[in-house]
């Protein structure tokens, strides 16, 4: 994987860190989202998938939040 290319969260391999480039969604979706700390600019580390591929595990900003595979495609990142 290049390391400029930008793909979707739930595209990044376990333990790869990122940078969150944008955040799709709309209105309470997308609000859900920056609470959690899914602002662009926003570094994180995809710990995990569980075995069946859902729920993603994610470190940001010190917390551990676990994602749908459907809300992770909303996320797009850049690998560091």
Do not use: H, W
Not at 66 to 75: D, F, G, T
């Amino acid at each position: 994987m290049n390391s400029e290319q930008i793909v979707t969260l739930d595209r990044l391999p376990p333990n790869a860190v990122a940078i969150i480039q944008a955040v799709r969604g709309e209105g309470a979706l997308q609000q859900r989202f920056f609470d959690m700390g899914f602002i662009p600019g926003a570094q994180l580390e995809k710990v995990c998938s569980a075995p069946l591929l859902d729920p993603i595990e994610v470190r940001i900003m010190d917390y551990a939040v676990s994602l749908r595979r459907q809300e992770a495609r909303m996320v797009e990142v850049r690998r560091v």
